[in-house]
């Protein structure tokens, strides 16, 4: 089983910095922009969203903890829109050498629970079209699409 933990600080800079270029870098890939393009897009986002880092009201920041050898197999970001009851995961991200291992699915089991005692009665999040793995565990524990946008190069 997982249990989520409060970043510290220094912990919060370590994962801003990670989940900050791996989105420029998505961005750029997926959306077919230029990377000095996707970085002051994205540094934006961040910066508006996380106004006040780990103190952000209605923005939560958890280490995902392994309970049995107490390691940090991952991280969730997500917020609740008490006006709209709904919690929007902005990132679940496990270590690539813990994916695959169950920790993904307990992770969204738990935030359904947290979301629950929030008082929200959905729960929303946005996928790149690329990231298969990550699409298929969401199909797997319920998720359905409600949008999709398509491109294609010519």
Known sequence: MI?????????FQVFR???????????S??????????T??????????LKDGLNT?????FHVVDDETNEKVGVIWYNYKEQDR???IYE?????????????????DELHNKAKDLGANKVGLHVFGQNTGAIALYKKVGYEKNSIVMTKKL
Not at 3 to 11: G, H, K, L, P, V
Not at 29 to 38: G, L, R
Not at 40 to 49: I, P, Y
């Open 86 to 88: 709904q919690v929007f």
């Open 92 to 108: 679940i991200w496990m270590d690539p050498g813990k994916r695959g291992k169950g920790y993904g699915t307990q992770t969204l």
């Open 40 to 49: 002051e897009n994205a540094t934006k986002q961040f910066d508006e969203l």
């Open 17 to 27: 910095d990670r989940s900050l270029n791996e989105y420029i870098d998505n961005m």
């Open 3 to 11: 249990r989520f933990q409060q970043m510290t600080d220094q912990e």
């Open 57 to 61: 009201e209605n923005q939560y920041l």
């Open 29 to 38: 890939k997926n959306y077919d922009m230029p990377i000095e393009k996707a």
